[in-house]
């Protein structure tokens, strides 16, 4: 079933997320909703809060961008309870965008590498090292089971820029191809 995902000023955005009970029933109906609403949308990742459940879970997929980043050519994964273990000292700056803040697109410093210790979809406990856009698509992802929205790591110039478009949304205003809501 097709999701409708929470929009920038929703509150479900800035909470911290709770750790999911592997036993939690639902729990794989709730990652077949997100990985069809995340495709729906076109988005190349999806937290749960981002679909009104404030849980530790995300799916990312960066098979469609793999044409420009062969890297990332199977780059498909469910992370339960994610863990950043360790992050790289290197930084890189990649435009991201997200699904809750439609048509908005800003340059953001992540940090390279990291080492990341989650449950897959078969609740299998995994330790990963990923690099690249790779790290990046799970750091942003990460960062909203924190209460972090992307354009909070803008620069401070870049937020003054951004503030009526955010204003925008968080009023209602915004417009997207995929079904969105305001809570």
Request: with cysteine; net charge negative; aromatic share 6%.
């Amino acid at each position: 079933m097709i999701l409708p995902v929470y929009v920038y000023g929703s509150a479900v955005l800035r909470k911290k997320a709770q750790e999911v009970p592997l036993d939690q029933e639902g729990l794989q109906k709730l990652i077949s909703d997100m990985w069809e609403t995340m495709n729906h949308a076109e988005g190349v990742g999806l937290a749960a809060p981002q679909v009104g459940h404030p849980i530790r879970l995300f799916v990312v997929d960066g098979d469609s961008l793999s044409k420009d980043k062969p890297e990332l050519k199977g780059f498909k994964r469910v992370m339960i309870n994610p863990i950043i273990l360790e992050e790289g000292k290197r930084q890189a700056t990649h435009s991201e965008g997200c699904l809750s803040l439609p048509d908005i697109h800003v340059d953001i410093d992540r940090p390279d590498e990291i080492v990341v210790e989650y449950y897959d979809q078969t609740l299998t406990k995994q330790e990963e090292r990923l690099t690249g856009f790779a790290c990046r698509m799970v750091l942003h992802e990460h960062d909203h089971l924190e209460g972090i929205v992307f354009t909070d790591r803008a620069s401070a110039i870049r937020k003054k820029m951004l503030a009526s478009k955010l204003r925008s949304i968080a009023n209602g205003k915004g417009s997207a191809s995929y079904r969105t809501v305001l809570d």
